[in-house]
């Protein structure tokens, strides 16, 4: 399984948001993508999940072009997204919004049960909280919530957008455990994170965006280590670049 953009191109409208961009994602790994606001990170994952059409350029997934294939049809595929901001349905339960998460997918009822006590695990809290209403949750039982949800449709890449966003500290370590936690029963994963210390600890590899662009590529771990990059995203810079 390999996850390829090729010479990515996408508008908004006549602004263009990302332009020419290619990253490379392996199987197995966490590629992280980190940059400022309005950098092109969330229209790069909506553009994967295609819910943002392709003006050019291409959407490799197995080695075959989905640039063109609907976005329910890529969780059929093996994508499947858990958004920024959550997206959960606050009115429905906790199982009720898990449930939604394997509605493509045609296993036995067997395999359904399995797979909810695999979120179970990875998130106990969701458990005890299963018959509560989602929008009763805390924002970290809600983000815990969208990645379960996202995990439902059993991804072979899981795109993770901003996880740690308005999380208590604590909260944001646990989910980052987390993430490392899926990554390694072999779900390969894409994160855009502004948390760039987070998300380049986790990664294998990161992609600098600015404005549409890749700017820098490279092991996560020299990236972590890269003056520019601590400057920019790391130390006292991050808050005004």
């Not at 994967?48 to 294939?69: E, M, T």
């Amino acid at each position: 399984m390999r996850l390829e953009i090729k010479d990515l191109h996408v508008f908004y409208g006549k602004i263009e948001a990302i332009k020419g961009i290619s990253i490379t994602v392996n199987q197995g790994e966490i590629v992280t993508l980190i940059g400022a606001n309005g950098a092109g990170k969330t229209t790069m994952l909506k553009t994967i999940s295609g819910l943002r059409p392709v003006a050019s350029g291409q959407i490799l997934f197995d080695g075959k072009d989905i640039s063109k294939v609907p976005a329910h049809e890529r969780v059929g595929l093996g994508i499947s997204q858990a958004p920024e901001g959550r997206g959960i349905f606050p009115g429905m339960t906790v199982l009720e919004n898990l449930e939604i998460g394997k509605y493509f997918r045609k296993e036995r009822k067997s395999e359904m049960v399995e797979d909810l006590e695999k979120v179970y695990s990875l998130f106990p809290r969701l458990k005890e909280r299963a018959t509560q209403a989602g929008g009763t949750l805390s924002g970290g039982e809600q983000q815990m919530l969208a990645i379960g949800r996202a995990l439902m449709a059993r991804p072979k890449v899981l795109l993770l957008d901003e996880p740690s966003m308005g999380l208590a500290p604590m909260m944001i370590a646990n989910i980052f455990r987390i993430i490392t936690e899926i990554n390694n029963t072999g779900t390969t994963i894409l994160l855009v994170e502004q948390n760039a210390q987070q998300a380049l600890q986790r990664a294998h590899r990161a992609y600098v965006l600015e404005t549409g662009h890749v700017v820098k590529e490279a092991k996560a771990s020299d990236l972590l280590n890269d003056p520019a990059v601590r400057a920019a995203y790391l130390g006292t810079g991050a808050a005004n670049h």
